[in-house]
């Protein structure tokens, strides 16, 4: 079955960004840790990658886009056997070309389930070191 990649929370406090770049395009096979686009907030710019294997068989969100909400589907990934034909035809903005958001209750925190996208390692969050006394 196609999985969506929604639209990744990059801070904790992130709701919503812009699409900067694709850096892969419909048919391209990819695979966990590749990186598939830049996203920009209202802080940086950050890459994400994928966390499954498979090829892109439909980009959902056009780069440039801005105001896409965070768990908006933005792409879809195929999975060995699958074709386009397999995506359902949903579209993923409103009219007027604002990013659709998903109801509250199809919400869930990023890298909640598969085919999930999450920040690249460069974005690993680290541990504050201890207050000095």
Do not use: C, Y
Request: charged share 30%; hydrophobic share 30%; no cysteine.
């Amino acid at each position: 079955m196609p999985t969506e990649i929604l639209m990744p929370a990059l801070s904790p406090t992130m709701e919503e960004g812009t699409l900067a770049k694709w850096l892969v395009k419909e048919g391209d096979e990819v695979k966990s840790g590749d990186i598939l686009a830049e996203i920009e907030t209202d802080k940086a710019t950050m890459e994400f990658e994928a966390v499954d294997d498979g090829t892109i068989g439909k980009i959902l969100i056009d780069e440039g886009t801005e105001g896409v909400r965070v768990n908006t589907p933005i792409a879809v990934l195929l999975e060995e056997g699958e074709s386009a034909g397999d995506i359902k035809s949903a579209p993923a903005t409103e009219p007027g070309g604002r990013a659709r958001v998903p109801h509250r209750k199809d919400r869930r925190g990023p890298g909640s389930g598969p085919g999930r996208v999450r920040a690249g390692p460069s974005q690993t969050r680290h541990p504050r070191p201890p207050p000095r006394r």
